[in-house]
């Protein structure tokens, strides 16, 4: 059964580049309301906790040195089927491959930089939520 909550943190090259606002807008015109946000600078610890189930493969101390680089902008969003609608929004994590007008397409430079995460599953946007908000910051 699909929810109506996901995450998404605006990593560190998006918030860099200035693309902060115009991410934020283009959330809110696809239709989802943004429930819960802040931005904040992930420790390696919080990093390699949000990550740890990419511990084992060889991308992993990068995505962490990349991720604990420069501010994230973290928020819980609110739709219906918002998991896969969200998805794709923000489109294929390869930019080159992702579709035109999706936030990657637009705002990525690399698979690496790649500008935005998006839950992948309910159970994720659950965890990923609570990670981030604690109960009183969550509505």
């Not at 109506?4 to 606002?21: R, S």
């Given at each position: 059964?699909?929810?109506?909550?996901?995450?998404?943190?605006?990593?560190?090259d998006?918030?860099?580049a200035?693309?902060?606002?115009?991410?934020?807008?283009?959330?809110?015109?696809?239709?989802?309301?943004?429930?819960?946000?802040?931005?904040?600078?992930?420790?390696?610890?919080?990093?390699?906790?949000?990550?740890?189930?990419?511990?084992?493969?060889?991308?992993f101390?990068?995505?962490?040195?990349?991720?604990t680089?420069?501010?994230?902008?973290?928020?819980?969003?609110?739709?219906?089927n918002?998991?896969?609608?969200?998805?794709?929004?923000?489109?294929?994590?390869?930019?080159?491959?992702?579709?035109?007008?999706?936030?990657?397409?637009?705002?990525?430079?690399?698979?690496?930089?790649?500008a935005?995460?998006?839950?992948?599953?309910?159970?994720?946007?659950?965890?990923e939520?609570?990670?981030?908000?604690?109960?009183?910051?969550q509505?």
């Amino acid at each position: 059964m699909a929810t109506n909550k996901t995450l998404t943190m605006i990593k560190p090259d998006a918030v860099k580049a200035g693309h902060t606002g115009a991410i934020l807008a283009q959330i809110n015109e696809a239709g989802f309301r943004i429930v819960a946000l802040k931005m904040t600078q992930l420790s390696t610890a919080a990093a390699e906790r949000f990550y740890a189930v990419h511990k084992e493969r060889p991308f992993f101390g990068e995505l962490v040195e990349f991720m604990t680089s420069g501010p994230i902008v973290a928020a819980i969003l609110e739709k219906d089927n918002a998991v896969a609608d969200f998805r794709t929004l923000i489109g294929s994590t390869n930019p080159a491959e992702a579709a035109e007008g999706t936030i990657r397409a637009k705002y990525a430079t690399s698979i690496g930089e790649n500008a935005i995460h998006g839950s992948d599953s309910d159970e994720n946007a659950q965890i990923e939520g609570d990670f981030h908000f604690a109960g009183l910051e969550q509505f």
